[in-house]
């Protein structure tokens, strides 16, 4: 008995993966090799291997080959010369559906029957968890919004929102301040509404964050300006209604005023 070499065994290999990638074998060339005359002896374990070869290579042939339409190719299949179609009209992606005005864009309908800017927090958020008003949940919302503030609006609105951030020091052009109101230059007694439309979609030379900045840190972030605004304006009995004691806030006599 002839034993089947390894070099006619990869041979052989070779030809049936080119046969089953869809490929005509080249015949000729097994004649050239001398592989036709030994062909006769393999033997049963061969041709087993083989066999087991070429089952396992089907997958090569499969719906992977399937004519396709790559991303935005041109197609003549349509008559607009698109691969794709376009969106039927209406159509929403799950988990996208926006009809809550006040919660997406902030906006509500006033007695006029237009929408305008609204001047209260949403209630709710979409999946019924009602919006913090007070406690825990709101100190959480407001250290959410502190944290995106400093991530996002810090460096040119500045740390207390007054507009001097350290871009704007660098020549960017100055933001009004959160403190002041509108008859001096300020936006204090703006409607939240608007704070959440303008990093929405933007405003003058600022541009928009709503692609950064998820719809529910905009509310978060319009709470701190909110917060900020009230730091500033705070009176004693402001501190006292709110239950803060002096200690708290670290202003203790006994270090004479140094930290
Ligand atoms: C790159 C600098 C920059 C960043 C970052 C930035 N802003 Fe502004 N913002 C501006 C400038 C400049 C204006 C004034 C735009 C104008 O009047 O043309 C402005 C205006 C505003 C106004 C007032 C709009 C009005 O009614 O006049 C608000 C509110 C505001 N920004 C909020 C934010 C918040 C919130 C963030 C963070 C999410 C932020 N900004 C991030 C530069 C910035």
Known sequence: MIEVGKKDMKHGVRQLDSFSRGRKPRLDSIEDRGFRPRLKS??????????????????????????????????????????????????????????????????????????????????????GKPFPRQGPELEAMLQRGKSQFMVFCYECHGATGEGDGMIVRRGFPKPPSYLLPVAKGGVKDKPVGHYFGVITNGFGAMFSYHERVEVADRWAIAGYIRALQLSQDATMDDVKAAGVSLADTGTKSETGGKP
């Open 42 to 127: 393999v033997s049963m374990f061969a041709l087993v291997a083989l066999l087991g070869v070429s089952a396992s290579s089907c997958r090569k042939i499969d719906m992977v080959d399937q004519p396709k339409a790559a991303t935005q190719e041109p197609s003549d299949f349509f008559a607009d010369g698109r691969s794709s179609r376009p969106h039927i009209e209406g159509t929403v992606a799950r988990g996208q559906l926006r009809t809550d005005r006040l919660y997406y864009f902030g906006l509500v309908k006033g007695p006029d029957g237009k929408e305008h800017e609204s001047a209260e927090f949403p209630t709710k958020y979409p999946d």
